[in-house]
T-cell receptor, first 113, second 113 residues
Framework: DADVTQTPRNRITKTGKRIMLECSQT?????MYWYRQDPGLGLRLIYY???????NKGEISDGYSVSRQAQAKFSLSLESAIPNQTALYFC????????????FGPGTRLTVT | GENVEQHPSTLSVQEGDSAVIKCTYS??????FPWYKQELGKGPQLIID?????GEKKDQRIAVTLNKTAKHFSLHITETQPEDSAVYFC????????????FGSGTRLSIRP
């Protein structure tokens, strides 16, 4: 069974719509991350959370928001989707201080038309 | 902030030959260097990592080397097999950056039969 799951796996939406991507983990990790992947650009950090009460912006947070509903759940929202937010989105987790290894979910392919 | 450059962007090698992917980083405070493998339709998977207190690490057919003076690190895959075909990402992080990992742009490795 997957330790990090993401829903939906694929989503097509229209410009201006609000959309939420969800991530759940069973690894018991405190830290969770949202990345965006575009061809030729690698993975870029959108938001990260070190615990339920701690949310931090990454390098490309504009146009996105997040919610950490529980230790195991971290959601990413696009308030008003635009076409250049078409990308692969990945959730990741890590254990905490001194243990930097990150473990990724299978990704969500989002298309904004 | 940290910047990670990765070369080449694509690499094709004959099955059984070796493959080498090279990365450079900019922040001298970086002390953790993971490598991820991403297969089609899946999330990145950690395959090997190295910390700044060692110069080389091996795991079966995979090895990583680190030159802190030059700020270079490399992934070496020997005796390549078809299942090695994937996109590989290098990354860099420092414990002081609170587990934020900066990724290279990726290398698409193809193994020719």
């Amino acid at each position: 069974d997957a330790d990090v799951t993401q829903t939906p796996r694929n989503r097509i939406t229209k410009t201006g719509k609000r959309i939420m991507l969800e991530c759940s983990q069973t690894k018991g990790h405190d830290r969770m991350y949202w990345y965006r992947q575009d061809p030729g650009l690698g993975l870029r950090l959108i938001y990260y959370s070190f615990d339920v009460k701690d949310i931090n912006k990454g390098e490309i947070s504009d146009g996105y928001s997040v919610s950490r509903q529980a230790q195991a759940k971290f959601s990413l929202s696009l308030e008003s989707a635009i076409p250049n937010q078409t990308a692969l989105y990945f959730c990741a987790t890590s254990a905490g201080t001194g243990v930097p290894e990150q473990y990724f979910g299978p990704g969500t392919r989002l298309t904004v038309t | 902030g940290e910047n990670v450059e990765q070369h080449p962007s694509t690499l094709s090698v004959q099955e059984g030959d070796s493959a080498v992917i090279k990365c450079t980083y900019s922040d001298s405070a970086s002390n953790y260097f993971p490598w991820y493998k991403q297969e089609l339709g899946k999330g990145p998977q950690l395959i090997i990592d190295i910390r700044s207190n060692v110069g080389e690490k091996k795991d079966q057919r995979i090895a990583v080397t680190l030159n802190k003076t030059a700020k270079h690190f490399s992934l070496h895959i020997t005796e390549t097999q078809p299942e090695d075909s994937a996109v590989y990402f290098c990354a860099a992080s420092s414990y002081s950056s609170a587990s934020k990992i900066i990724f290279g742009s990726g290398t698409r490795l193809s193994i020719r039969p």
